[in-house]
């Protein structure tokens, strides 16, 4: 006799019986249901296209339009990556924007994840990358004022 017919075989609808057979039901269907983690799907194909400009930027941090300037300038340092045991690469586009997620707000790698439908593991090596990439490049955008400037701006 296995788990499953554990649960179905009993006739008795005891109330001590049904407090016992509601947990192990719910045990038993998680166990059928390991599968695929339920993540939602296509919030990066749906959902944020779908966002307003302004709603895009509170979530972000950025505007639309640095976003994709940003995705200009790290497309290179991030296409060279390769998938993992065979998968595909993780696009560009759900990098960046998995990363600012994880940088604007106080969340998780596990709710962040689900939000983007990436597994722990992923989205820490693509959070990695994306944080080396931006490093790279920010010495070409991060300018500090000179002596003189920062002279004008003390005043």
């Known amino acids: 006799m296995n788990f499953g017919d554990l649960l179905y075989t ?3 609808s005891s109330e001590e019986e049904d407090e016992i057979e509601l947990p ?3 045990i038993h269907n998680q166990l059928q249901n390991r599968g695929e983690p339920s993540r ?3 919030f990066l194909e749906v959902t944020i296209p ?7 930027q509170n979530h972000f941090r950025v505007r ?4 994709q300037s940003i ?3 790290l497309a290179p340092l991030l296409e060279k990556q390769e998938g993992i045991n065979g998968r ?3 696009p560009i586009e759900k990098q960046v924007l998995s990363t600012l997620w994880l940088l604007a707000t106080p969340d998780s790698y596990r709710s962040v994840g689900d939000r983007f439908d990436l597994s722990k593991s992923s989205l820490f090596r693509s959070f990695t990358r994306v944080v080396q990439a931006l490093n790279h490049i920010a010495p070409q955008i991060i300018k500090w004022p000179e002596r003189a400037e920062r002279q004008n701006i003390k005043i």
Request: with cysteine; charged share 25%; hydrophobic share 25%.
């Open 40 to 42: 939602i799907k296509n």
């Open 64 to 67: 639309r339009q640095t976003f």
């Open 24 to 26: 192990l039901r719910y």
């Open 10 to 12: 009993s006739s008795s």
């Open 71 to 73: 995705i200009v300038q």
């Open 88 to 90: 595909n690469p993780i």
């Open 50 to 56: 779908n966002c307003t400009d302004k709603e895009f």
